[in-house]
């Protein structure tokens, strides 16, 4: 058994920064928690920022800022989301990559996500690939539902392997609309993937520990953080990131899969020396 990648979602788009004062918005504010999940376990981070009113951005100088702050304080495997809000252009979007990180997600489909509509149609899915290829950044590929995995080969098959040659999935469950968060999809969705791709899990809200301990029964890596879940136990607000990573790191342990270092990390995704 291979050691576990600890992925960090530490704050997404949609909590309201006013209503969890836990969530880091700021950059300072974001590089201590990054320094404080690197220190429990994780070895990426995958990133969403904010502006000055906590309201989340996609503002290229900053997150070139953030990308140089992270770098400067951890060794993290830096993921900038190209997902941002669901009120994001599809050009905002693509920009993200001038910023220049590590690795960066790429959801393989539409998904109604709550109310609404989190949208990634095959045209913007295709440039965002080609622009990764093009600029050497590596993708993740999120699949939030079984159809999104058929878009992932479809994507492999017209355009050829990522940047780097490996490819890495999330599976994103648990989001209303999208994938249940259970044993027997995640085995489904896994069972669909193309050869020789390794994956993580992410389970939203109440779904986080089912998913967890399943991807780790079969053979997976975890994403954890306040992207994904606000609660670490019912009635129990989580109050940082780091508790959620500690918490992962623990059953990856129990598990005999200790977490993953992030120099092993950059290895294991095929991340390209700076
Ligand atoms: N905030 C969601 C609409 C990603 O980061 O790539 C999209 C998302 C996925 O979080
Ligand atoms: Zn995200």
């Known amino acids: 058994m291979t050691a576990t990648l600890i992925t960090v979602a530490p704050t997404g788009a949609e909590a309201e920064a006013s209503a969890v004062p836990a969530l880091p918005v700021t950059l300072a504010q974001l590089v201590k928690t990054a320094i404080q999940c690197q ?14 009113e906590g ?3 996609l503002s290229v100088p900053r997150l070139e800022d953030t990308v140089a702050a992270i770098r400067e304080a ?13 009120t994001d252009s599809f050009g905002d979007r693509l920009a993200v990559l001038e910023a220049a990180p590590d690795a960066c997600s790429l959801t393989c489909g539409t998904v109604n996500f709550g109310d609404e509509v989190f949208a990634n149609p095959w045209g913007f899915i295709r440039d965002l690939y080609q622009r990764t290829q093009e600029l050497g950044v590596v993708p993740e590929f999120e699949l939030f539902d079984l159809g999104h995995v058929a878009t992932l080969h479809r994507l492999l098959g017209d355009f050829g392997p990522p940047a780097g040659g490996h490819v890495h999935c999330d599976l994103v ?24 791709a390794t994956w ?9 520990l089912p998913v967890m301990l399943s991807a780790l029964a079969a053979g997976g890596h975890l994403r954890v953080g306040m992207e994904d879940t606000l609660s670490f136990a019912r009635g129990r607000p989580v109050t940082g990131n ?3 990573v500690e918490r992962a790191a623990a059953v990856a342990a129990l598990a005999q899969r200790p977490p993953m ?14």
């Open 39 to 52: 220190e429990a376990g994780a070895a990426v981070i995958h990133v969403h920022i904010r502006d000055d």
């Open 55 to 57: 309201r989340p951005t």
């Open 74 to 86: 951890t060794d993290l495997v830096v993921q900038l989301s190209t997902g941002g809000a669901v």
């Open 173 to 196: 469950m648990g989001v209303p609309g999208g994938m249940p968060g259970d044993p027997a999809t995640l085995v489904a969705a896994v069972a669909a993937l193309p050869a020789g």
């Open 200 to 208: 993580s899990a992410t389970g939203i809200g109440r779904t986080a």
């Open 242 to 244: 780091a508790e959620l």
């Open 261 to 274: 270092t992030p120099p092993e990390a950059r290895e294991f995704l095929a991340i390209p020396p700076r």
